[in-house]
């Protein structure tokens, strides 16, 4: 039964750990002011009266509708511009400061001015989306693209290839897994952005369920909006992290 | 993306600033062709740098705001690297702690904001801890993996001298892992920097994140403007900083052997 007590020593600690937690938050929660903490049981409570009424449904789909919007536009923008700056060795040149700078600038800064000029809906989350996850994406593309080795140019060049196929056959091919590495991590900022979006432009989706939770001193409500938050992103993680790993596979 | 060296040739700085140039002139006739006159454009921002450089607002803000961000990545450096080592160098400790740290990296700091306000007030406390939260946890999985990928060797020599466990944790792990905690200060100043404005934006306590807020509510673009610029040399800054640092302090850390 060796196995047993191998499966024993590796996920104890972790369950161990976990219904520490869970114990801790519970008792820490009865003994104080419920406008601080509220017991895990009452959060519990609340996540399923939120399930029960189709609010959690309706308020995860219309938050995430933002987040794939934005997401899709940022790898449709940012993975070709990444591979074009690659390929365009001046163009490169040209731009990559400004790329490092706006990657390094605290793009939530820009927010208010998002506000003033494109006022509430759904168009001004998408743009927030979109420019806190297409650095990233470009960023890497860019990285991987210039590290393609010369000599698969040269040799496709030496067979006559035309632009086209060195690019369908050669770039895009080599290029996809780093902009995959791009892809998981703007994942994490693209949710940053989702809720920032949320909570500072019109408040809809989760960051309205928090806000609204907050404003009523509803800890429960805020505390349940948290967790399901944090079930999103490790879910949306884990999906980034197997679709880098997937196109890693042919990684070189 | 670039190296110093590169940075140097002046074959490499000239088409920057035309392409600098370029987005300036664009920014500048798009705004004044398309947008209303309170947009922010290039030359508007450079007419309003005098005035907003001695508005008293700006200045106290933009001190307590970037102090704020620096006291707490401190904080964020010092809990961060304990927290590291041990979860690298102990299985038990990591078992026990990884999904807590996972949690708190992957969640969207910015959800904490109602929680933070309500057990710290709208105060310069709420700011510190949404920033110490935002940074921590990069630090943490940064250094656990540094501390996991010590050689064994190195461990097996301080143990054949009889060396105490946690004297080879400070004197062996961490130097071993110091280029991954000069990554994670790396990526960790980022999101502190975002902490602290998206904590100004939620309590309105003063700072640079409100200066903007406040300005541009007011329709004064090229004022608000002006911050996110400081904003943005402070994040330019840490970067290069960090660069610098690694290549003066850890010269046998070749660049490119990239850790996230």
């Not at chain 1, 940022?74 to 700056?85: F, N």
């Not at chain 1, 990559?96 to 000029?117: E, K, N, Q, R």
């Amino acid at each position: 039964m060796a196995w047993r007590r191998e499966f024993v020593a590796r996920h104890a600690p972790a369950v161990l750990s976990l219904v520490a937690g869970m114990a801790a938050w519970e008792i820490v929660g009865r003994h104080t002011d419920a406008a601080f903490l509220v017991p895990l049981s009452e959060t519990l409570e609340r996540l399923w009266q939120l399930a029960q009424t189709g609010e959690l449904t309706r308020q995860t789909l219309s938050s995430l509708a933002i987040f794939f919007v934005g997401f899709a536009l940022a790898l449709i923008v940012g993975a070709p511009t990444g591979m074009l700056l690659a390929r365009v060795a001046p163009l490169r040149r040209a731009l990559d400061v400004y790329i490092m700078i706006a990657y390094a600038t605290p793009l939530v800064a820009l927010i208010p001015f998002i506000l003033s000029l494109m006022g509430f809906g759904f168009a001004p989350k998408v743009l927030v989306v979109f420019l806190f996850a297409v650095f990233p994406v470009l960023y890497n593309t860019v990285e991987g693209a210039r590290s393609l080795k010369p000599e698969l140019v040269e040799v496709a060049r030496a067979f006559r290839s035309s632009e086209w196929a060195l690019w369908r056959e050669v770039m895009v091919p080599y290029t996809l897994p780093f902009t995959m590495t791009g892809v998981r991590q703007a994942v994490g900022r693209a949710l940053v952005g989702m809720i920032a979006a949320e909570f500072f432009l019109s408040s809809t989706g989760l960051g309205q369920l928090i806000m609204n939770a907050s404003q009523n001193f509803d800890t429960a409500g805020v505390l349940a909006a948290i967790i399901i938050i944090m079930i999103l992103g490790l879910v949306l993680m884990r999906i980034g992290r197997m679709v880098e790993q997937h196109f890693a596979r042919w990684r070189v | 993306m670039s190296t110093a060296a590169e940075t140097r040739a002046p074959s490499e700085v000239l088409p920057r600033l035309y392409a600098g140039a370029a987005i300036l002139i664009l920014w500048q006739v798009v705004v004044r062709a398309f947008a209303p006159a309170y947009v922010a454009t290039p030359l508007g921002i450079v007419a309003a740098i005098p005035h907003v450089l001695t508005d008293p607002a700006f200045l106290t803000g933009g001190v307590t705001t970037l102090l704020a961000v620096a006291e707490g990545l401190v904080i964020a450096v010092l809990v961060g690297t304990a927290t590291g080592l041990v979860i690298g160098r102990s299985t038990l400790a990591d078992r026990a702690l990884r999904q807590y740290v996972n949690a708190g990296y992957t969640l969207p700091m910015i959800v904490v904001l109602p929680l933070v306000s309500l057990w710290f007030g709208y105060t310069g406390a709420a700011r510190l801890a949404t920033v110490v939260f935002a940074a921590v946890f990069s630090i943490t999985v940064n250094v656990a993996d540094g501390a996991r990928a010590v050689p064994h060797d190195y461990i097996e020599v301080a143990r054949a001298f009889r060396s105490p466990p946690w004297r080879a944790l400070i004197e062996i792990v961490l130097p071993a892992s110091a280029p991954y905690v000069f990554a994670g200060i790396r990526l960790a100043a980022g999101r502190a920097l975002i902490g602290a404005v998206v904590a100004e934006f939620f309590t309105a306590i003063p700072g640079l994140g409100y200066f903007i807020l406040y300005n541009s509510r007011t329709f004064h673009h090229n004022e608000a403007f002006v911050a996110v610029l400081l904003l943005a040399a402070f994040g330019v800054g840490c970067d290069a900083l960090v660069n610098w640092a690694t290549r003066r302090y850890l010269p046998w850390y070749r660049r490119g052997e990239h850790v996230e």
